[in-house]
Each structure stands twice: as structure tokens, then as C-alpha cells.
């Protein structure tokens, strides 16, 4: 059964950083991506990021791109999403997602297992 655990969020203000983890277990995720989505209050679940776990290639939400970092620890199951310099629009539950595919997507539809999230508030 595969479950995953985040961990990591919290409050910060404007410009800071927090590192988000992903505890994945009850397989091996070597043919999978995992990816995180966020949703704010009273909108849909978008995008942020994934990362292939064989080979580490990423793909990014514009919206993040050149703030956010997906990486992977293989040898702890663990996967983070590095954020920086932080904006309030950036405040949401953060989900982790696992799908049973080399192939990348960004559709929520398409990842088959979910974490519960974690709260991420940027304060102005």
C-alpha cells in the first residue's frame, strides 16, 4: 500500500523559504513520478512541480520556475520541494503525488496516490 506523508509547511513572510518532504513508502518508486500540487481556498488543485525518480529530470510550473526546486532523495524514499523567496499568493495545502508512470504529466487526474497535505502561509 503506498502511502505518502508531508511534512514542512508553516508560516513565513514575504520573500523567505521553507523546504517541503515527501515520505513515500510501500513500494519501490523507481518507475514512478512524484509531483506536488497545491490549492488555495476556493480554487482548484494546480500543478507545482515533479520529478522523474529514475533519472531526476524535472518540469516546473511557470509560476515557480527559477523559485522552487523538486529533488529526490533516493536512498531515504524522500522527496522535498525547496521554496524560495516566497510570495503571499504562493499561501495554499500543499499535496504530495505519485503516479505509476515514467512519463511525466501535470494533470491532477493522472497521479494515483495522494499525501494528505501540508499549510503553507506567506504573510505580506
Known amino acids: 500500500q503506498v502511502q505518502l506523508v508531508e511534512s514542512g509547511g508553516g508560516l513565513v513572510k514575504t520573500g523567505g523559504s521553507l523546504r517541503l518532504s515527501c515520505v513515500a513508502s510501500g513500494r519501490s518508486f523507481s518507475n514512478y513520478h512524484m509531483a506536488w500540487f497545491r490549492q488555495a481556498p476556493g480554487k482548484e488543485r494546480d500543478f507545482v512541480a515533479a520529478?522523474?525518480?529514475?533519472?531526476?529530470?524535472?518540469n516546473y510550473a511557470d509560476s515557480v520556475k527559477g523559485r522552487f526546486t523538486i529533488s529526490r532523495d533516493n536512498a531515504k524514499n524522500l522527496v522535498h520541494l525547496q521554496m524560495n523567496s516566497l510570495k503571499p499568493e504562493d499561501t495554499a495545502v500543499y499535496y504530495c503525488a505519485a503516479r505509476a508512470s515514467n512519463y511525466y504529466t501535470s494533470r491532477m487526474q493522472s497521479y494515483n496516490y495522494w499525501g494528505q497535505g501540508t499549510q503553507v502561509t506567506v504573510s505580506s
Open positions: 520529478i522523474r525518480w529514475s533519472s531526476g529530470s524535472t
